[in-house]
């Protein structure tokens, strides 16, 4: 690594490693009894959001070291993937999660899995994962691998550390929303331990998901002056 990456390493290290710190067990209980859950929550929304701005501002400025130059065919794997990752994300977000933070409620409540998590239990972090590695791979430059390798690797883990949390946790609740549903997406379908269908999942979230994928596509010029249709071909 000839140019100097230090601020933008730095930066998402802070980022990754701050939200495996302050998820951890007895850091996140300790903070609770001192700032109460709200207060704890809050905290932890601050400070990602300050280290995730730090991040993109240490991207932008950081040197453009090519590793593996620009393959045609991530340009098209981000187009024909990406609308899963949109619609992942509108029906995650909109879809109350037993598995999210601050919704332990509704796992003492014995709540099944509903539309979105029978396809897997953790849509919102598969999204920004899809959404990342995608980046990841098309950009194929030495601060891309660091800044999407880094939010990458904070979804993985992320979903693996919350299942591990969970399973400790959670009891009979959670042993229930396991079963009907699955970390990998689609997996709980394959295996017939679960159905859903377009109408579970909701109308309503699937169009909002395709209108933002849309909305990704053609203003991806305009914030980042990077013209994806025109590069297909390319």
């Known amino acids: 690594m000839s140019a100097n990456f230090t601020p933008l390493i730095s930066a998402t290290l802070a980022f990754v490693l701050g939200h495996f710190f302050l998820s951890a067990r007895p850091i996140r209980a300790g903070l609770i009894g001192i700032l109460s859950r709200n207060g ?13 701005i730090w991040m993109n501002i240490a991207y932008t400025k950081a040197p453009f070291e090519d590793l593996w130059g620009d393959p045609h065919w991530a340009r098209w794997a981000s187009v024909l993937i990406m609308p899963l990752a949109a619609v992942l994300l509108t029906a995650g977000v909109s879809t109350a999660n037993p598995s999210a933070v601050g919704m332990d409620k509704l796992m003492a409540a ?6 979105i998590q029978k396809v897997t239990r953790h849509p919102l972090l598969w999204a920004v994962a899809i959404w990342a590695a995608l980046h990841l791979v098309a950009n194929g430059d030495q601060a891309s691998v660091i800044f999407f390798g880094g939010i990458l690797l904070l979804c993985l883990v992320g979903m693996l550390h919350i299942e591990a949390r969970k399973r400790a946790e959670g009891g009979a609740g959670w042993e229930r929303f396991a079963s009907l549903s699955s970390l990998v997406p689609f997996a709980a379908l394959i295996d017939g331990r679960t159905r859903v269908t377009l109408s579970e999942i909701g109308w309503g979230r699937l169009v909002a998901g395709l209108l933002l994928y849309v909305v990704l596509l053609f203003g991806h010029r305009i914030v980042i002056d990077v013209p994806i249709l025109g590069q297909l071909a390319g």
């Open 40 to 52: 704890f929550l809050a905290v932890y929304a601050i400070y990602s959001m300050a280290t995730f």
């Open 110 to 115: 014995g709540r099944e899995p509903r539309g």
